[in-house]
């Protein structure tokens, strides 16, 4: 599972944004981009890209898509919700390893012991348990902390990954067959993103 070294908060910028991640994705296929560098902050992609604010967004967007498989693009564009949203959540994931490792560390853990609320010592314990890998956890502020929990609970909501923000109740995910071939061809250990166990990752890596 690839993933960049370091922690960043750079998806306090934009949440799963899925319209618009699906809106680049189409801009890029249609022009036939295989670099997403290449598409740019223009009217063909947002209707008005002209603040800074906008343009940081729709880069963020933009670093996402560029770590997803053509298959799994594909889905993104032309599959159901359900499935455009699993598959904007892996982009963020690969992106953002911040993200992908409380999913996993936290979220599948505590599916697997039947714990469906997510507590505000859940997050308190893994910045506190990454500290010692991830010394740039402690160059953050209490604000910048607490604005990466605001809007990595906010993706989560976006995805159906939990009920809702305020009462955070893990929502077991149904992946279609398309979702789970297309995450596993490329490798089947994503699919603990989306709290599968490793018992069924094995079944499907053999």
């Given at each position: 599972m690839g993933k960049k070294s370091t922690y960043s908060f750079s998806f306090t910028a934009a949440s799963l944004r899925l319209n618009d991640?699906?809106?680049?994705?189409?801009?890029?296929?249609?022009?036939?981009?295989?670099?997403?560098?290449?598409?740019?902050?223009?009217?063909?992609?947002?209707?008005?890209?002209?603040?800074?604010?906008?343009?940081?967004?729709?880069?963020?967007?933009?670093?996402?898509?560029?770590?997803?498989?053509?298959?799994?693009?594909?889905?993104?564009?032309?599959?159901?919700?359900?499935?455009?949203?699993?598959?904007?959540?892996?982009?963020?994931?690969?992106?953002?390893?911040?993200?992908?490792?409380?999913?996993?560390?936290?979220?599948?853990?505590?599916?697997?012991?039947?714990?469906?609320?997510?507590?505000?010592?859940?997050?308190?314990?893994?910045?506190?348990n990454k500290i010692q890998t991830h010394p740039e956890l402690e160059k953050f502020a209490e604000s910048t902390l607490k604005k990466a929990k605001q809007v990595m609970f906010l993706i989560y909501e976006q995805t159906g990954i939990i009920n809702n923000a305020t009462d955070k109740i893990i929502q077991p995910q149904l992946l279609q067959p398309s979702v789970v071939n297309a995450i596993s061809e490329e490798d089947p250990l994503w699919l603990k993103i989306f709290m599968m166990p490793d018992k069924d990752i094995n079944l499907i890596k053999h």
């Amino acid at each position: 599972m690839g993933k960049k070294s370091t922690y960043s908060f750079s998806f306090t910028a934009a949440s799963l944004r899925l319209n618009d991640t699906v809106k680049v994705a189409k801009a890029a296929f249609a022009n036939g981009i295989s670099d997403f560098k290449e598409v740019r902050e223009s009217g063909v992609v947002f209707d008005s890209v002209t603040t800074q604010t906008s343009m940081r967004e729709f880069r963020e967007i933009r670093n996402r898509l560029e770590y997803l498989t053509p298959t799994q693009m594909e889905i993104l564009i032309d599959g159901d919700l359900i499935s455009q949203k699993q598959i904007a959540f892996l982009a963020v994931c690969k992106y953002y390893n911040f993200i992908r490792d409380f999913t996993i560390d936290v979220l599948l853990d505590k599916l697997l012991v039947y714990s469906y609320k997510i507590n505000e010592s859940d997050f308190n314990s893994f910045i506190n348990n990454k500290i010692q890998t991830h010394p740039e956890l402690e160059k953050f502020a209490e604000s910048t902390l607490k604005k990466a929990k605001q809007v990595m609970f906010l993706i989560y909501e976006q995805t159906g990954i939990i009920n809702n923000a305020t009462d955070k109740i893990i929502q077991p995910q149904l992946l279609q067959p398309s979702v789970v071939n297309a995450i596993s061809e490329e490798d089947p250990l994503w699919l603990k993103i989306f709290m599968m166990p490793d018992k069924d990752i094995n079944l499907i890596k053999h």
